[in-house]
């Protein structure tokens, strides 16, 4: 898959990862959707003053569940990873206090995958950094991660017919 353009800062738009996704849809006729949300908590990635700042978070499509991001033990786990069989596809954003993103995923029938969400913390050490999902096993559910603090926690809302 070819690199998703960025801002000037380095990041994609959420317009940008929205194309992109919306690149998939074929793909999706021959496989499954599996639906993510992140949503961040009032109160994210606070610095040792107390204040909040935004949090630069990825999401990592991949095939097997044993893989890392390269700079996960150096608090950067959302680095530009180089290709490799096993990771699929690469997105990131940032994300301020309070907000929520959406994402849905296209799998194959036929594939095993895991999506990997990590945080890159101001402050980095005891957090919960990352959260791996299984696709197959929340086949059912839309999992919904939730930025905390300083660490992330997976939830799951079974799916529903109503918005």
Partial sequence: MAALPADSAGYCTS????????????????????????D??????????????PVRICVFEISRDDWQPPGLYRNAPCDEAAPDPVMIRQ????LTPGESRRYS?????EATR???V???FHIPGKNKNTVLINT?????????VVVRERSLTQMKVPVSDKP
């Fill in 15 to 38: 317009q940008q990862l929205q194309s992109d996704l919306a690149g998939h849809a074929g793909t999706a006729a021959r496989g499954q959707n599996r639906h993510l949300r992140i």
């Fill in 40 to 53: 961040a908590a009032a109160r994210v990635n606070t610095d040792r003053a107390g204040n909040t700042l």
């Fill in 91 to 94: 997105m990131q954003h940032i």
């Fill in 105 to 109: 995923f296209a799998i194959p029938r």
């Fill in 114 to 116: 895991w999506l990997l």
């Fill in 118 to 120: 990590a945080a890159e």
């Fill in 136 to 144: 197959e096993v929340n086949k059912n559910s839309n999992v919904v």
